[in-house]
């Protein structure tokens, strides 16, 4: 077992919280208007739309590992941008996993409860972009849940990040990335040992995102 966290270690797990806040940030940012929206857009070909976005909630990591490596490999048509084995490529294959799963959730809550909402704004009075805040306020604790499953996804991914990535030392090696290693090296106890630090982080940032949900939603009913 690590007998301390040195610096590589420290390393890892700096490197994976990076990729995993990062990946999440982005994916919110676009999942989330994009659930709302699939829920409120009329257009022909929506229920298709639907399923594909639902398939997509379920894709193994190793496909779209290797569509982004097939996207970025040096023939490929992003090539150019020499991005294959970088942080960034594993931002992107995360993001890319991460993005249909926000999106499904808060596009399943909204579907849920929009219509119940809607009729309550319009009967209080309340404009077109009132009524969106409202909805965006109302559905706080789905898209919660939605930003932090896709934490979590990415926070434990390994096979898009092992490919795009190459498990390389010092640069893009993560933390689950390290636990496969070792365990193919037979080294149990280290693989163990850091699979406990990779939990405990988990842990503390759901504790951390609980009491700041809760934080928020004490000021709102002060308000």
Known sequence: MFEM????IL???ALTLRMTLLSSAISSVIGIPLG???DSAKFPGKKLVVTISRTLMASPPVVVGLVVYLLLMRNGPLGFMRLL?????MVIAQVLLLIPIICGIVYTASQRNSERIQTFAITMGANKRQTQILLIKE????????VITGFGRAMSEVGAIMIVGGNIRHHTRAMTTTITLLRNRGEINQAIFLGIILMI????VQIIADFLRKRERRTDENY
Do not use: P, V
């Not at 966290?5 to 590589?8: C, H, Q, S, W």
């Not at 559905?139 to 939605?146: D, M, Q, R, S, V």
């Not at 982080?201 to 503390?204: E, P, Q, T």
């Open 85 to 89: 084995f970088t942080f960034e490529a």
């Open 5 to 8: 966290l040195d610096t590589e």
């Open 11 to 13: 390393g890892i797990i």
């Open 36 to 38: 709302l929206w699939l």
């Open 139 to 146: 559905l706080g604790n789905e898209i919660f849940f939605a």
């Open 201 to 204: 982080i988990a842990f503390g």
